[in-house]
């Protein structure tokens, strides 16, 4: 499998959106306290910490397996970048390097950050698998709720200023760009999966994940107007949900109990605005499961703000925010059918091996024990 020159732009329009998304929030944040508005300031960059807090963990422990599998113990400076939250740009450095060595001097071995010799486009896939990895994560660890926050601010206002729009437009591009990425990540660093070839498939999937996820996100909004508590309570419960569910399955991505832990928490946190095959396993099932207790979910949600008084809310608004709910969950429900009925590179295969473990586990292949779609 080479790496190639799509993949390398792939690499350089990850980080512009990783750091547009990164000084958008700041710059939000410290507006918000600059008016006084001290709880979506504080929301704001609580999502920032929180997420890059997390990816970070993740990306020095595969760092130090990879260094340990390798015979390295010069992981030192790497703990030191990863506690300055400067991980996910080494990484980016280490990709877009290997990456301009294999795409454009063609070179034939390359030496990567352990100083081992290398096949270089194994070696500049495995990195941007792993960032693509990171990225999703960071995706719906803070991406997602802080696009729900910055809907809820701007409705609540009745406007947004620039800061708002900045924020609201990185997060969406954020998300549209982790997820398509992801996808290709996948399918192109397990030989054994078939690629996800053309440019319509890769559409369809991005459609079907924006239009639920904004939906739902949407909806989430509107039961935050209602009921800040109900809110809170349905998004606990729902993420318990889906911890238990990772519990249940047996999970085994990470080598330590204490990091396959964390991981479970995330695939919970994860599971609350958007499906993903946890465990490699037949997913018809558990998809129509879960989508169906996203649409009765969502219409409860507007039963309920329908029969609750609009004073709390600005009318003019509601209606168009209900029409779009109704429609994005109806285009979501939809491009997903498309997806799996006509796009998706197994819907041939009749037999499937849990795509998960693989019919010979590979534990050096990061992203088969990873989140499946």
Known sequence: MNYTKCNFMMSVLGIITYVTDLVADIVLSVRYFHNGQYGFGVLTLGFVLFGTLIVHCFSYSWLKADLEKAGQENEHSFLLLHCLQGGVFTRYWFVLRTGYHVVFRHSNRTRNFMEEQTDPHKEAIDMATDLSMLRLFETYLEGCPQLTLQLYAFLERGQANLSQYMVIMASCCAISWSTVDYQIALRKSLPDKNLLRGFWPKLTYLFYKLFTLLSWMLSVVLLLFVDVRAALFLL??????????????????????????????????????????????????????????????????????????????????????????????????????????????????????????????????????????
């Open 236 to 373: 606990l419960f729902l993420w318990i949900v889906g911890f238990v569910w990772a519990f249940i399955n047996h999970t085994q991505f990470c080598n330590s109990v204490s990091m396959e832990f964390l991981y479970r928490i995330v695939v919970g946190f994860i599971l609350v605005f958007t499906f993903f095959n946890i465990k490699g396993q037949n997913t018809k099932c558990p998809m129509s499961c879960y989508y169906t207790v996203r649409v009765l979910g969502t219409l409860g949600i507007l039963s309920v703000f329908w029969i609750y008084p609009l004073s709390i809310f600005n009318s003019d608004y509601f209606i168009p925010i209900s029409a779009t709910i109704v429609l994005a969950l109806l285009l979501g429900i939809i491009f997903l059918g498309v997806y799996y009925g006509t796009f998706h590179p197994n819907r041939n295969v009749k037999t499937q091996h849990d795509e998960t473990d693989g019919e010979v586990p590979q534990r050096d292949c990061r992203i088969r024990y990873f989140l499946m779609d």
